[in-house]
């Protein structure tokens, strides 16, 4: 089955925002196996999108149409559907019902616009929308073509794919079950993975692997088709057991969890505290660490301290490391460490300081990081020389920072800086 | 002048990444005045990149692709340039020697493959590469229509755009010059902005004006069209002037400046040193402060304090604030403020204690923030509720943080808490 995403918007065309909508569409369809062969983005205009309605129903089994369906005048979606299936509006009475309702429930006032999101061109099936108010619609053509049409709101849209588009495209394709696995890994580049898993991937055509490196990451993404989910997943499971194998002490995930979300549940799991002190990422680890809710139990803070004179008064560094080697140094670090734990009590301290850039920062040229660990039955401290700019050195500062505590968490071999260093 | 964005990539199409390249691309052809009717992403497929180069240079005047000049065999937007065009491929011997050198330079190994970048189909002109080893590739059409070719790479895109693309088509639009100016503000909401702005821009088209709202912060983009940049700037500036009277305290920025960078040079300007103590936002206020490079002159640091125990240990927040009204109360965030300044000796000091959510925290609803101000002239705390779910309550308890501190270093008036707190 392929697939193919439309948006509307004119806020894309502007550059306002990114097309997050069809990226996440097309991750959700890649799971269940479908090609997805075009992305198209065009404006709030009746005459393109008929245009890209057409182009795309004649290249794919399912139209995936996003935006458009809002009250406003500036909303054309309908419209545009009912003109390229070249049928009449027609007014659904239920629609209004339920939109009544939501607004006197929410209290909100409903001006006459509203009422446009009653209407459904002729012949076309709609979907009824849970957190918001505008309705999806669906239109089969005579060839099979399915165009479904789903409001740009992302919480709307993801709301009408979970509920309806995917289910129904999962059980039209009558396509094989599909499941993926991803691995996740750190400290490794892309072409060392692809190198080290070459020969397995030569021959294999299922399950298919596709890498991925994102800043301080490498993710190997494994699917698998099958008759059922069982088969599907019994022919996964060993080749990502080979690869995580494979790749040792750089995977850090085979769930899909998150380099932060593996650290919180290792330190729940071993019942420790951790502390941070950050310098040259000002607190970016700390933010990571709680993203997801109930940190709170394991992590305790993270004292950013972004100048000699907070190294020293808030964390204890002292004045013999920051006038000699300085703030970018194996010294620094250690104290930094050391320091955290104190000040928060914790059972484990992480501390990172370095010189983002692009100046230079404290003698050490814009790259250099120095991470300490600090806990009761172990000191550790590792500098490396990290590419990229400003944002990149950040990055993957933090990275290798919660690698760290990763490692020692799973009472793996901690790296060691790097000789140049 | 009109143009068309083709993305040539498979992690597209699979929802690896977004479309942001074209989101960037997009806005900077706005602001030279072209319209971009169309954007289309394509896979690493000869046939389907013609055909969108087919479809592209019939409707526009300007093709922008990127993405597929890479070394490797997926890399096929050369070849599908040459196949539209319907020329050979010519190998340059000066793109080989520039490649043999920056491979040399960097002492890299060179495989053949790289070759593959010295070739240009034949009539086209190419695009130097200063950070990457990929040249852009200009076409000219026997009708005037250009097509250009970039790296997928960002960085790669961004500097060709800058020194070439945009230039070559601003100077043949021939036309008028465009002056943007965005006025930026936050702790009101989008609809509150037009309303206010309604009648002003009920009769006005030149400039023009877009609104853009994000977490926690909306836009007013205004943009104007005249012979010379001078007489666009003698439009624009009028109208954006009245725009900022009217929305008053609320507007951070009439220059582009995001509000970490107000605030920091706020505080520079006022030979003033900040410090921040954070909750909820778990670090997230000194990540953004720390963006820029440079700040360490005027941020010192930020004190993380994620539970109860290092509110009190590392800031001195007491326990009957803590047994009493809670971790999340307005003499808690005093507390949490007067404990950061105090222990990073700085002038001025914000804190932010709040429940992110979903689950309640410290007796107090998810959404509900307070913020903290201390300096030796003010003392000040507001609490709010904020819309939506975690990410959005952290994300707008960071806005309001450091637009207190803005307005505080301003001399503005300072916002009272929700009434219903």
């Known amino acids: 089955m392929r697939a193919e ?12 925002i990114a097309n997050e909508n069809a990226r996440w569409m097309s991750e959700r369809l890649a799971e269940i196996g479908v090609d997805v062969l075009h992305h198209r983005v065009v404006g709030d205009n009746v005459e393109r999108i008929v245009d890209a309605l057409a182009d795309a129903s004649e290249r794919s089994d399912a139209v995936l149409v996003t935006g458009g369906l809002g009250p406003t005048q500036d909303d054309v979606t309908r419209d545009a559907l009912a003109a390229f299936l070249d049928v009449p509006m027609v007014h659904r009475p239920e629609i209004e019902g339920l939109l009544r309702a939501k607004f006197a429930g929410a209290g909100w006032p409903m001006s006459s616009n509203n009422l446009r999101q009653a209407e459904v061109p002729q012949g076309c099936r709609y979907i009824t929308p849970v957190r918001g108010t505008a309705p999806g619609l669906i239109a089969e053509l005579p060839d099979g073509t399915r165009i479904y049409a789903m ?11 979970e509920g309806t588009v995917l289910p129904e495209l999962s059980s039209l394709s009558g396509k094989a079950a599909i499941v993926s696995r991803t691995i996740r890994c750190t400290g490794i580049g892309e072409s060392r993975v692809a190198e080290l898993l070459d020969d397995l991937f030569r021959s294999l055509t299922n399950p298919t692997v596709a890498y991925l490196a994102s800043s301080g990451e490498a993710k190997v993404r494994l699917t698998a088709k099958a008759a059922s989910l069982e088969e599907a997943a019994g022919i996964v499971e060993p080749v990502a057991n080979e690869v995580a194998e494979r790749l040792g002490d750089a995977v850090f995930s085979t769930t899909g969890e998150s380099l932060e979300e593996v650290v919180i549940r290792l330190l729940r799991e071993r019942r420790l505290r951790l502390a941070c002190a950050e310098s040259l990422t000002g607190g970016g680890v700390g933010e990571r660490l709680t993203i997801p809710a109930g940190a709170s139990g394991v992590f305790v803070g993270s004292a950013v301290v972004y100048t000699p004179e907070a190294k020293s008064r808030v964390l204890g560094v002292s004045s013999a490391t920051l006038e000699g080697p300085g703030p970018v140094s194996e010294a620094c670090a250690r104290e930094m460490a050391e320091g955290a734990r104190r000040l928060y ?27 300490g660990l600090d806990a009761e039955d172990r000191q550790h401290a590792r500098g490396f020389v990290s590419p990229g700019e400003r944002d990149q050195v950040r990055r993957w500062a933090e990275q290798a920072g919660l690698d760290l505590v990763r490692r020692y968490l799973e009472g793996r071999h901690l790296p060691a800086s790097d000789p140049l260093l």
Do not use: F, K, N, R
């Open 5 to 16: 995403i439309v948006a509307v918007g004119t806020e894309l065309l502007l550059g306002q």
């Open 151 to 161: 409001p740009g709101v992302p919480l709307e849209m993801m709301e009408m794919m």
């Open 345 to 371: 009590a914790s059972d484990v301290a992480l501390s990172l300081t370095g010189a983002a850039g692009p100046e230079a920062h404290g003698g050490a040229p814009p790259g250099t990081v120095w991470l």
